[in-house]
Protein backbone atom coordinates (compact mmCIF):
# COMPACT_ATOMS: atom_id res chain seq x y z
CA UNK A 1 0.00 0.00 0.00
CA UNK A 2 1.50 3.40 -1.20
CA UNK A 3 1.55 6.45 1.56
CA UNK A 4 0.09 9.56 0.58
CA UNK A 5 2.60 12.44 0.41
CA UNK A 6 2.22 15.29 2.76
CA UNK A 7 0.52 17.98 1.25
CA UNK A 8 0.45 20.31 3.98
CA UNK A 9 4.41 19.42 3.65
CA UNK A 10 4.56 20.69 0.10
CA UNK A 11 2.64 23.60 0.56
CA UNK A 12 4.79 25.02 3.20
CA UNK A 13 7.70 24.13 1.03
CA UNK A 14 5.78 25.63 -2.31
CA UNK A 15 6.24 29.24 -0.92
CA UNK A 16 9.06 30.48 -2.92
CA UNK A 17 11.10 32.48 -0.03
CA UNK A 18 10.70 29.47 2.46
CA UNK A 19 11.96 27.00 0.04
CA UNK A 20 15.23 29.55 -0.31
CA UNK A 21 15.47 29.49 3.50
CA UNK A 22 15.57 25.91 3.16
CA UNK A 23 17.84 25.64 0.96
CA UNK A 24 20.18 27.45 2.46
CA UNK A 25 19.54 25.90 5.37
CA UNK A 26 20.61 22.81 4.20
CA UNK A 27 23.94 24.15 4.22
CA UNK A 28 24.48 25.92 7.43
CA UNK A 29 23.15 26.64 10.26
CA UNK A 30 22.34 30.29 10.03
CA UNK A 31 20.73 33.11 12.64
CA UNK A 32 17.79 35.26 11.30
CA UNK A 33 20.25 38.28 10.63
CA UNK A 34 22.12 35.66 8.33
CA UNK A 35 19.23 35.03 6.29
CA UNK A 36 18.14 38.47 5.86
CA UNK A 37 21.61 39.37 4.46
CA UNK A 38 21.46 35.60 1.89
CA UNK A 39 17.58 36.66 0.70
CA UNK A 40 16.92 40.20 0.88
CA UNK A 41 13.80 39.93 2.75
CA UNK A 42 12.45 41.76 5.32
CA UNK A 43 13.05 40.87 9.13
CA UNK A 44 9.26 40.79 9.82
CA UNK A 45 8.58 38.45 6.90
CA UNK A 46 11.86 36.34 7.22
CA UNK A 47 10.63 35.85 11.36
CA UNK A 48 7.09 34.98 9.95
CA UNK A 49 7.97 32.30 7.11
CA UNK A 50 10.40 31.12 9.89
CA UNK A 51 7.50 30.58 12.00
CA UNK A 52 6.12 28.46 9.49
CA UNK A 53 8.81 26.26 9.23
CA UNK A 54 9.63 25.82 12.85
CA UNK A 55 5.87 24.67 12.93
CA UNK A 56 5.41 22.39 10.26
CA UNK A 57 8.47 20.79 11.82
CA UNK A 58 10.92 21.56 8.89
CA UNK A 59 13.24 23.81 10.82
CA UNK A 60 14.65 23.80 14.91
CA UNK A 61 15.63 26.23 16.77
CA UNK A 62 19.01 26.75 18.47
CA UNK A 63 19.38 29.71 21.07
CA UNK A 64 22.63 31.51 20.61
CA UNK A 65 23.27 34.51 23.09
CA UNK A 66 21.12 37.48 22.01
CA UNK A 67 20.82 35.38 18.45
CA UNK A 68 18.33 32.34 17.36
CA UNK A 69 20.10 29.95 14.81
CA UNK A 70 17.47 28.14 12.84
CA UNK A 71 18.84 24.50 11.67
CA UNK A 72 16.93 22.27 9.23
CA UNK A 73 15.72 18.88 10.17
CA UNK A 74 17.09 16.50 7.43
CA UNK A 75 14.65 13.81 8.55
CA UNK A 76 11.60 15.72 7.52
CA UNK A 77 13.27 15.77 4.39
CA UNK A 78 14.16 12.48 3.84
CA UNK A 79 10.85 11.68 4.80
CA UNK A 80 9.16 13.69 1.96
CA UNK A 81 11.89 12.61 -0.75
CA UNK A 82 10.70 8.66 0.57
CA UNK A 83 6.82 9.73 -0.08
CA UNK A 84 8.01 10.86 -3.72
CA UNK A 85 10.21 8.21 -4.26
CA UNK A 86 7.38 5.70 -3.53
CA UNK A 87 5.23 7.37 -5.95
CA UNK A 88 7.53 7.77 -8.44
CA UNK A 89 7.76 3.57 -8.02
CA UNK A 90 3.89 3.16 -8.17
CA UNK A 91 4.00 5.29 -11.42
CA UNK A 92 6.17 2.75 -12.92
CA UNK A 93 3.83 0.12 -12.49
CA UNK A 94 0.99 1.99 -13.57
CA UNK A 95 1.48 1.26 -17.61
CA UNK A 96 0.04 -2.52 -16.33
CA UNK A 97 -2.73 -0.96 -14.20
CA UNK A 98 -4.50 0.02 -17.30
CA UNK A 99 -8.53 0.48 -16.37
CA UNK A 100 -11.09 -0.82 -18.62
CA UNK A 101 -13.61 2.36 -19.73
CA UNK A 102 -17.24 1.37 -19.57
Given at each position: MMTSVDTDLIRVLADPLRLRIVTLLARETLCTTHLVEETGARQTNLSNHLRVLR??????????????????????????????????ESARGAAENKRACP
Open positions: EAGVVETEPCGRYTYYKLRPDVIASLAGQFAELA
